[in-house]
């Protein structure tokens, strides 16, 4: 296995507020998965008024709080410092393609249709627009380029109840819908892929001038392992934090609320800074922020 250097490094939290009235269970998927290229340097999670909370994996592999917010205004805050590599987003145009009766047991779950993702309602679609396209990753690409191009990303369009299906026939929405939509066509094609949520800097990248935000994207299984595709953006990325991933957003999700809650303070971060110019716990301060330009620094 190659040497990769983890030479950037990034400042990742949120800070999210919930007014509830009565004790209410949650599950939170905030810190970064424990794998890939990405070492935590610094981290801490708080939790204010709510009761003591615990951590177990749950059967994707996600690092999960579970929690119960009592009566009152309840404060989540996840802050960390962690290095990541500076190559971006890459699969090898020769991957192989294993058959469905080949594929591992654990990832043949990504292959079937799901809440969000409801690959049976597309396959004539799917076939109609890339049955003609190589089998593998120029099928994934094509995918990925038809999304990017015919799904129109409006900011703030995002329902929580929205299927891929009902994404393509709407044609617009946000990272969340352009994921499903693309793990959706995949399936229809028994290509297993799973959605993902994190954080993405803008590194390499000039800033949009967008508040930061959790982004949504898949992966696909080709060659023996999981490969990023990002249809919202569709170029290769650098950065990238996993939080979570699962057959759709119910598995992706960040907080999952039982019962009624009022979201009174939203705001997350994700941007490089250079090193020991950043302790967590400091206040959130862009001005030490060095992505957001064409340039890459290295830290």
């Given at each position: 296995m190659?040497?990769?250097p983890?030479n950037?490094?990034?400042?990742?939290?949120?800070?999210?507020?919930?007014?509830?009235?009565?004790?209410?269970?949650?599950?939170?998927?905030?810190?970064?998965?424990?794998?890939?290229?990405?070492?935590?340097?610094?981290?801490s999670?708080?939790f204010?008024?709510?009761?003591?909370?615990?951590?177990?994996?749950?059967?994707?592999g996600?690092?999960?709080?579970?929690?119960?917010?009592?009566?009152?205004?309840?404060?989540?805050?996840?802050?960390?410092?962690?290095?990541?590599?500076?190559?971006?987003?890459?699969?090898p145009?020769?991957?192989?393609?294993p058959?469905?009766d080949?594929?591992?047991?654990?990832?043949?779950?990504?292959?079937?249709?799901?809440?969000?993702?409801?690959?049976?309602?597309?396959?004539?679609?799917?076939?109609n627009?890339?049955?003609?396209?190589?089998?593998?990753?120029q099928?994934?690409?094509?995918i990925?380029?038809?999304?990017?191009?015919n799904?129109?990303?409006?900011?703030?369009s995002?329902?929580?109840?929205?299927?891929a299906?009902?994404?393509?026939?709407?044609?617009?929405?946000?990272?969340?819908d352009?994921?499903?939509l693309?793990?959706?066509?995949?399936?229809?094609?028994?290509?297993?892929?799973?959605?993902?949520?994190?954080?993405?800097?803008?590194i390499g990248?000039?800033?949009?001038?967008?508040?930061?935000?959790?982004?949504?994207?898949?992966?696909?299984?080709?060659?023996?392992?999981?490969y990023?595709f990002?249809?919202?953006?569709?170029?290769?990325?650098?950065?990238?934090v996993?939080?979570?991933?699962?057959?759709?957003?119910?598995?992706?999700?960040?907080?999952?609320i039982?019962?009624?809650?009022?979201?009174s303070?939203?705001?997350v971060?994700?941007?490089?800074?250079?090193?020991?110019?950043?302790?967590?716990?400091?206040?959130?301060?862009?001005?030490?922020?060095?992505?957001?330009?064409?340039?890459v620094?290295?830290?």
């Open positions: 190659n040497w990769i983890l950037v490094t990034l400042r990742i939290g949120c800070h999210l507020s919930y007014d509830v009235t009565h004790p209410t269970p949650m599950l939170l998927v905030l810190r970064p998965r424990l794998e890939g290229h990405v070492l935590v340097v610094q981290e999670l708080s204010g008024i709510g009761q003591p909370a615990y951590e177990f994996l749950d059967s994707h996600n690092l999960t709080w579970r929690s119960v917010m009592m009566p009152g205004r309840n404060e989540i805050r996840h802050d960390a410092l962690v290095a990541v590599s500076s190559l971006p987003d890459y699969c145009e020769s991957t192989p393609v058959s469905v080949q594929l591992p047991a654990d990832v043949l779950r990504y292959t079937l249709p799901s809440r969000y993702c409801d690959s049976d309602k597309l396959r004539d679609f799917a076939w627009h890339f049955g003609l396209v190589p089998h593998g990753i099928r994934v690409k094509a990925c380029d038809w999304v990017h191009h799904i129109e990303y409006r900011f703030g995002g329902r929580p109840d929205l299927s299906s009902e994404v393509l026939a709407r044609r617009h929405g946000v990272c969340r352009f994921a499903h693309a793990i959706a066509l995949c399936r229809a094609f028994n290509l297993p892929a799973r959605y993902v949520t994190g954080h993405l800097p803008d990248f000039i800033d949009p001038g967008s508040a930061m935000d959790f982004h949504a994207y898949c992966e696909v299984y080709l060659g023996g392992q999981w990023t990002d249809p919202r953006f569709n170029v290769p990325r650098i950065g990238r996993k939080m979570a991933h699962g057959g759709d957003a119910v598995d992706g999700a960040f907080a999952t039982y019962g009624h809650a009022v979201p303070y939203f705001l971060w994700a941007y490089q800074v250079a090193n020991g110019t950043v302790s967590i716990g400091d206040p959130i301060d862009l001005s030490l922020r060095i992505d957001g330009t064409p340039l620094r290295y830290s």
